[in-house]
């Protein structure tokens, strides 16, 4: 019973841990001279990708609207850290 308990206890703990972990993503864009810059912050697992799709449609955003004759190239990059 004493080793259930200390095995359930040592499982709660680590997964409190680890969920009050926080990832901050930052997506950094370059059209010609201009530099643009999208943060979040996410506390839960599996969020990379979701930052990576975000990152992707504010290329796509900036594409249409800043890069809408094809004139220059846009260019994203995804960072991820923990805090």
Do not use: P
Not at 13 to 37: G, M, R
Not at 59 to 67: F, L, S
Request: proline share 0%; glycine share 6%.
């Amino acid at each position: 019973m004493h080793k259930n308990l200390s095995k359930t206890l040592i499982i709660f703990f680590a997964a409190v841990s680890f969920s009050s972990c926080v990832k901050t993503f930052t997506c950094e864009c370059t059209y010609k001279d201009s530099n643009f810059t999208y943060s979040t912050e996410e506390n839960y697992v599996g969020t990379k990708k979701k930052a990576q799709s975000d990152c992707d449609n504010m290329k796509d955003d900036i594409n249409y609207g800043y890069n809408s004759l094809g004139t220059g190239t846009v260019s994203c990059t995804l960072r991820a850290g923990l805090e």
